[in-house]
Structure formats: C-alpha cells, structure tokens
T-cell receptor, first 112, second 110 residues
C-alpha cells in the first residue's frame, strides 16, 4: 500500500510570504502529526490531528497552523515566513494512539 | 513528558554488534519506548518498540531493565547501510507530543 506522501518535496520562499504544505496519510490512518526538523534542534513536534480535530499542539507561534480534511489528508500553513523557518517539515500518520507512526519523506523549505 | 538522553555519536565497523543506550529517568507507567532510524533527507523509520524486558524483531533487539529508566537498542552485525541517526522516544498513550532529542549518529566503517 502507498506510504505517506508529502508535497511538494522542495520549496523556496521569500521572507514574509506564506506557504502551505500537504500530507496524504496511509489509507485508513486517521492520525496525522507534523514535525519541524533543523540541524541544531532535531525534530520538534508541531501539532497532531485526529479525525479533523487538533489533538495536540507543540510550542510554535501562531504563524504555524494546520488542518485535516474528512479524507484524513492534512495541510500545514506557515504565514509571514522568517529565515529561521527554513527546515525539513515531516508528516507522520498512524492508525491511532500508541501505534507505529509512518513518516513521509518531508518537504524541504528554504526561506531566503 | 519523559525526556531521553542518548550519546550524540557512535562509531562501529561492519559485522560488529552495536548497542545504543538511552536514559529516560522519568518514564511514566503507561509509556512505551520506541526507536526510529533516519537517513539524510528522509523521514524517520520505525525500528522497534517495547514496554519491558526484551523485544526482538528481524532488524534489532530492545532490552529494557526492570526499572525501565533506560533501554538499549542492539543492532546485530551492522553493515554500511546502517549508518544513520537513531532516535529513542518515550511515548504515552494517545499523547503524540513526542520529545525528540538529537538522536545518536551511528557511523559504520568498512
């Protein structure tokens, strides 16, 4: 079966712009989590959605937001981009609580 | 949320057994211990998960002592393709607010 698909794979944006990243989870998975990965900070949890509801949220500013659709696909949006937002953004899907999380290949965002 | 501590880096040679230890002193009763592997520019990949004692699958073993304050990932006979970053995570129930450290960067040399 198909894995977690993230689009686009690479993105270059200018400071001040906004960006939307997409994640299609594995079929049947209702939980989608988003993470930001930078060389110095490692993976940091952004938020998790389950059945279209945000279930958990990390410590990121309000510029970072997300949503989940009825088909479990999820999007995350970052507004007013800053240079420090340059990172690999990873999406993970799972069946539910305490089950194995499957990650996509990520979207590499570069803010210039 | 339980925090984990693991070595920043390790070196090994092909064919050797590699043991990576992770400390999680404030692990809670309903926490599971999970290990992931990550190659550059790819998402992490699940390796193994356990609650107590020993768990073994086709790629690794996970040893968890009775107090569960630490765990050891054992990779038997590593190859060059095992060069990656390995993350130890403690995850409880439906709380996906996982704390990921910087992981252990394992370098396998020929």
């Amino acid at each position: 079966k198909a894995g977690v698909t993230q689009t686009p794979r690479y993105l270059i944006k200018t400071r001040g712009q906004q960006v939307t990243l997409s994640c299609s989870p594995i079929s049947g998975h209702r939980s989608v989590s988003w993470y930001q990965q930078t060389p110095g900070q490692g993976l940091q949890f952004l938020f998790e959605y389950f059945s279209e509801t945000q279930r958990n949220k990390g410590n990121f500013p309000g510029r970072f937001s997300g949503r989940q659709f009825s088909n479990s696909r999820s999007e995350m949006n970052v507004s007013t981009l800053e240079l420090g937002d340059s990172a690999l953004y990873l999406c993970a899907s799972s069946l539910g609580a305490n089950t194995e999380a499957f990650f996509g290949q990520g979207t590499r965002l570069t803010v210039v | 949320l339980a925090k984990t501590t693991q070595p920043i880096s390790m070196d090994s040679y092909e064919g050797q057994e590699v043991n990576i230890t992770c400390s999680h002193n404030n692990i809670a009763t309903n926490d599971y211990i999970t290990w992931y592997q990550q190659f550059p520019s790819q998402g992490p990949r699940f390796i193994i998960q356990g609650y107590k004692t020993k768990v073994t699958n086709e790629v690794a073993s996970l040893f968890i002592p009775a107090d569960r304050k630490s765990s050891t990932l054992s990779l038997p006979r590593v190859s060059l393709s095992d060069t990656a970053v390995y993350y130890c995570l403690v995850m409880a129930g439906n709380n996906r607010k996982l704390i990921w450290g910087l992981g252990t960067s394992l370098a396998v040399n020929p």
